[in-house]
């Protein structure tokens, strides 16, 4: 499915899309083929990044977001990929210096302010995933916000991954699952895997088929735990400031040409 290149970008960001014939013709041959419905992204390596160039942690985070921008954009139009998880803050960053961890609240902040209008305009449903009542009032209200202005939006589906840990996810979800059934909600319904899935935050999205990794660690690190039980996974020693959308092509075409098997035995 292509998403309209003649409307808006997704986001505005002073990015070169990749516009070499090479690029265009792997463009139309991942896009003949099966794409992956959902990528989910641990954007690892801007700290690493800012080292090398003498800068300061808060200038990757800075670089981080252009790439993240780049990439938005990159999978919502020129692949038109349905939905991508981006892991910004998880619940474990908190243990970083206070300077980092503001820094990357601003960041957030200014992701709102500033793109609410284009996802709107380009019809992006946005969703944050994680626990809001365990980020400042302020960016809570935002995020509310953002979520609920673009909630019935259908051509892309954006999420965020922001105070987020996969076994808090997990853990809140049996919570309200217990808290449900002792409220006489889910009448005698088997709590299987369909009936947990509705309280995840990705509730009724598809699950990643596709999870990527940047600056070579090789660590799920508490991402969509429950989500990526069948995903495949690639990793690249780019640091994230520095991932093209060249490389995203690369990560799909060797997706392309796994066999995907489901714990099931598949004749070649
Ligand atoms: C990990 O690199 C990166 C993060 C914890 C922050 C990721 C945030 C962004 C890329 C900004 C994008 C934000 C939005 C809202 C889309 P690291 O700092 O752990 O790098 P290191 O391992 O090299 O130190």
Not at 63 to 75: D, H, L, P
């Amino acid at each position: 499915m292509r998403t309209g290149r003649e409307v808006h970008p997704i986001v505005q960001a002073d990015v070169t899309l990749p516009g070499s014939a090479d690029m265009s013709a792997r463009l139309s041959d991942v896009r003949q083929r099966e794409l992956p419905r959902h990528i989910a992204i641990i954007m690892d390596g801007n700290g690493r990044w800012a080292k090398l160039r003498g800068q300061s942690r808060m200038s990757g985070h800075h670089q981080g977001m252009e790439a993240a921008e780049r990439i938005v954009r990159f999978v919502g139009e020129d692949l038109g990929i349905k939905y991508l998880t981006l892991y910004a803050f998880s619940t474990e960053n908190w243990n970083r210096p206070p300077e980092e961890v503001q820094y990357l609240m601003d960041l957030i902040r200014e992701f709102l302010d500033e793109k609410l209008k284009m996802l709107l305009e380009n019809e992006v449903r946005l969703r944050v995933l994680g626990d809001a009542d365990g980020v400042p009032a302020p960016i809570r209200a935002e995020i509310e916000r953002a979520m609920k202005l673009t909630e019935s939006n259908q051509r892309f589906h954006l999420n965020i991954a922001f105070n987020y840990g996969g076994r808090q996810e997990i853990l809140r979800a049996v919570q309200q699952i217990v808290h449900d059934r002792l409220n006489g909600d889910l009448n005698g319904d088997p709590i299987d895997e369909a009936l947990f899935r509705r309280y995840l935050y990705t509730a009724d999205q598809p699950d990643p088929d596709l999870l990527i990794r940047t600056s070579g660690e090789e660590r799920i690190s508490n991402f969509l735990l429950w989500q990526i039980a069948y995903a495949e996974f690639w990793v690249t020693k780019t640091l994230w400031p520095d991932f093209k959308p060249e490389e995203l092509l690369d990560a799909i075409e060797a997706y392309q040409c796994r066999q995907r098997k489901f714990g099931a035995v598949v004749e070649p």
